[in-house]
Nanobody
Framework: QVQLVESGGGSVQPGGSLRLSCAAS?????MGWYRQAPGKQRELVAT???????NYADSVKGRFTISRDNAKNTVYLQMNSLKAEDTAVYYC?????????WGQGTQVIVSS
């Protein structure tokens, strides 16, 4: 069983920044971030394959940057210019052709 350990959530004022990290217990083809706000469905934020192909939700393009350190099996999400609507629980997901794993989630609150 693959373990995904997230860190970096917290509270920040609008316009601020946070960086999320997710460390996997082994190499995973595609790693990324999803989020779920209260009363809403879980949605894609950003993903990045082991080869470097990225995918972003339109709502975060230009503000969030996903990166990964393949040697450490770790994916990062740098979140800048945060808005109130970014408030959610952020989940790390690791997936491949025949598997997917989820982290436990980390809370991000953007509020003045």
């Amino acid at each position: 069983q693959v373990q995904l350990v997230e860190s970096g959530g917290g509270s920040v004022q609008p316009g601020g920044s946070l960086r999320l990290s997710c460390a996997a217990s082994r190499s995973i083809f595609n790693m990324g971030w999803y989020r779920q706000a209260p009363g809403k469905q879980r949605e894609l934020v950003a993903t990045k394959t082991i080869g470097g192909i990225t995918n972003y939700a339109d709502s975060v393009k230009g503000r969030f940057t996903i990166s990964r350190d393949n040697a450490k099996n770790t994916v990062y999400l740098q979140m800048n210019s945060l808005k109130a609507e970014d408030t959610a629980v952020y989940y790390c997901k690791g997936s491949g052709i025949s598997y997917e794993y989820w982290g436990q989630g980390t809370q991000v609150i953007v509020s003045s």
